[in-house]
């Protein structure tokens, strides 16, 4: 069965539904982890509270505001420089806590009172910050605090201040995602549209879900620079307050973590009609991509192939000299919810590895429907994965290397497994051209690591010491250790092999022939058959009164198929070439579809309506480009579909050379069943339940 029931799980049966194992032939209509929903009882969550979603992950970011926190003084400290987000200001939002400090007496009572007090403090000990977010906590929401009308009063009583609140406490949801939607939908309703940014440049932008980790905004700041493109505001990394009420005034939303910041991206292009633009920030190709989306969206796309000749001549050699030696190594991913699928692809094309499992704590059924589409076949995928779970998953697929935090890292080391922080990094910046370089650096160093192979070693020999086991009772313990030392022999063995070596596991994959495609893509097909088949009939129409249609017949089918002198005595092959054809057409399409399916990011936002609008969209404007018409762009949004469109064309006419032998008719006929197949896939038969909720 692809949905998996771990042995740790026996006791707890429900997370069965929450654990798949993708297998030849599978797509996410037909198995769908659950996510997004309670954690289930008896089950060691790994995941946050919606406070920390909107204060650690979002507001806390920000270089210029004080960031008071109504409630005991421990919600503050837990959030408190505990994620690596630089600024260019001498990292003020790091060196920071502030907090109501609430004690009993204010439970009881009531901390309205002290919650002014300390507002008015935390302005007067930094009389240069005007800016302030406010956040609620479990206590004091429970208690019933109504902090809106104290933040009126402070606004009031000192004038020159901003102030946004934040009612969010930690039980408000699942996990911190409940926290990034409340910031986001709040901030767009009361901050966007205050304050009217200076523009600089002709080209404009907004940078969502990006949260400068050890440098990364810095990166694309670099680019953009050299494109001559303004960032109009930062969401969040090395952001500004300001900046972020004048995100009105952009002409384009690149979104990165789609998970935290999506939903503003999607409000800023239901209210200002901004178009948004999903882009892989990490990994070598993605960066080439992002960059080319960017640039056809104003374009400038020789300025963006300026700083991709740049970066690639400074990078492309560092990134191969570990793709030798990381190829074919065997990964885990288990962090938040977008870096799943930012990586995965990443990372096996870039460097030849291979993801073999995958653990979201807060990630939302859209995020799979991404990861899944990305994954390879045998790869486990699963939703706030356990610490129980985690170990049976190591055994069951021996990785070379964990890409997670540093709760579940010191987990993986204490089996002598080499881990990377996926969420703080080790060495970064991770994004970008230079990023990749040292994200594939950090995980080399890890997994050759000399200090990993000597920390395996039992030194002892074969004598065993006293052992007190923590009790004090110095109990020998020679099973236990014997039975440690064969398990991190057995891993030495496996990750001291010869890089080289080539193995079943490491040999590339061998695409086969249309016709021994996998029986998902043959079921789509099937479904789609009717609509391709009333396509070609429409192009080449064959009635049983040939004498009337004749002559439509020969001009409609004169691209297609030779024209003969008598309709009636040709109607028969008309008929077996129409329907060779439809087969055919059925075949490339089903190629096409699989492609978008992995690498395109645009067919998967957060609702139905959204989807649809896209793949239509972005495959009419690509239609247009791959047959020659003239393409008309009129407002932002189609620039939007234009930016994804031109990606998309150039890297079918790469991949695929039958298309360039191809009719414009049947071109537009393999674009048509595409979008039939994808708006099937990722809409009428998505098991994704948030697809169609009326609020958001």
């Known amino acids: 069965m692809p949905m998996k029931l771990f042995k740790c799980d026996e006791t707890i049966p429900e997370r069965e539904k929450h654990i798949y194992i993708k297998e030849k032939g599978e797509d996410t209509t037909q198995f769908l982890p659950s996510a997004h929903v309670e954690t289930i009882p008896g089950s060691l969550s790994e995941r946050g509270c919606s406070y920390c979603g909107a204060k650690l992950v979002i507001g806390g970011v920000l270089k210029d505001t004080i960031q008071l926190i109504h409630g005991p003084v421990g919600c503050a400290y837990d959030t408190w420089h505990t994620k690596r987000y630089p600024s260019d200001n001498g990292n003020f939002q ?20 002290l919650l002014k007090k300390a507002m008015l403090e935390a302005f007067a000990e930094f009389p240069d910050i005007k800016r302030m977010m406010v956040y609620t906590t479990c206590s004091t929401a429970l208690i019933g605090d109504d902090i809106k009308p104290v933040v009126k009063e402070v606004e009031k009583e000192l004038g020159d201040v901003d102030i946004f609140t934040v009612e969010c406490p930690g039980f408000a949801g699942v996990s911190q995602s409940k926290g990034h939607h409340v910031f986001n939908m709040g901030w ?16 404009t932008i907004n940078v969502i879900g990006d949260y400068n980790i050890q440098g990364d905004t810095f990166v694309m700041e670099k680019y953009m620079e050299k494109m001559g493109i303004q960032i109009i505001a930062h969401f969040t990394g090395n952001g500004t307050y300001d900046s972020l009420r004048g995100m009105h005034r952009a002409q384009l939303n690149v979104t990165n973590c789609a998970r935290s910041a999506g939903y503003i991206a999607n409000e800023l292009k239901k209210k200002y009609g901004i178009p948004r633009i999903d882009v892989d920030t990490w990994g070598f190709d993605y960066a080439k991509e992002g960059l080319r989306k960017i640039g056809a969206f104003f374009g400038i796309e020789d300025r963006a192939e300026a700083v991709i000749a740049e970066e690639v001549a400074k990078y492309e050699s560092k990134l191969e000299w570990y793709k030798e030696r990381l190829s074919g190594k065997k990964v885990c991913i288990w962090t938040g919810g977008p870096r799943l699928w930012h990586w995965t692809k990443a990372l096996e094309d870039d460097l030849g590895m291979h993801v073999v499992a995958m653990s979201s704590k807060f990630g939302h059924q859209e995020d799979f429907e991404k990861v899944i589409a990305r994954g390879e076949e045998g790869t486990i995928y699963i939703d706030d994965g356990n610490e129980l779970e985690f170990f049976e998953v190591l055994e069951m697929v021996k990785p070379d290397l964990v890409l997670t935090g540093p709760r579940v890292g010191a987990l993986v080391k204490k089996l002598h497994l080499p881990y990377v922080n996926g969420h703080g990094y080790h060495n970064g910046p991770y994004m970008g051209f230079e990023g990749a370089v040292n994200m594939a650096r950090d995980m080399y160093n890890a997994i050759y690591s000399p200090l990993m192979k000597l920390a395996q070693s039992d030194i002892r020999g074969e004598k065993n010491l006293p052992s007190t086991n923590g009790n004090g009772n110095g109990k020998v313990t020679k099973e236990l250790s014997e039975q440690v030392v064969s398990l991190v022999q057995q891993q030495v063995k496996e990750a001291t092999a010869q890089v080289k070596q080539p193995t079943k596991e490491t040999a590339p994959q061998v695409q086969k022939p249309a016709k021994e495609a996998a029986p998902q893509v043959q079921a789509q097909a099937k479904e789609v058959a009717p609509q391709v088949q009333k396509q070609v009939k429409e192009a080449v129409p064959v009635q049983p009164q040939a004498k009337e249609t004749a002559p439509q017949v020969q001009a409609q089918a004169k691209e ?34 699989k492609l978008i399916q992995e690498r395109c990011l645009w067919q998967f936002h957060s609702r139905a309506w959204d989807r649809e609008e896209n793949i239509n969209g972005v495959l009419n404007m690509a239609a247009q480009i791959l047959t020659g018409e003239k393409v008309v762009l009129e407002s932002l949004i189609q620039r939007g579909f234009y930016a994804d469109a031109k990606i998309l064309s150039a890297d079918l006419e790469i991949r695929f050379s039958w298309l360039n032998s191809m009719e414009n008719s049947q071109k537009k006929a393999v674009l048509e069943s595409v979008k039939a197949m994808l708006i099937d896939i990722v809409i009428t038969k998505s098991k994704n339940g948030e697809l169609h909720y009326s609020l958001y």
């Open 188 to 203: 767009m309703t009361d901050k966007v549209g205050t304050y009217e940014p200076e523009i600089t440049s002709p080209y």
């Open 94 to 113: 790091l060196k920071y806590v502030w907090s109501s400090d609430m004690k009993e007496q204010h439970v009881v009572f009531g901390g309205e009172k």
């Open 560 to 593: 297609i198929v030779p024209v003969q002198p008598q309709a009636k005595e040709t109607a028969p092959q008309v008929q077996a070439q129409a329907k060779e054809i439809a087969s055919y057409i059925q075949d490339r399409a089903a190629e096409v579809t």
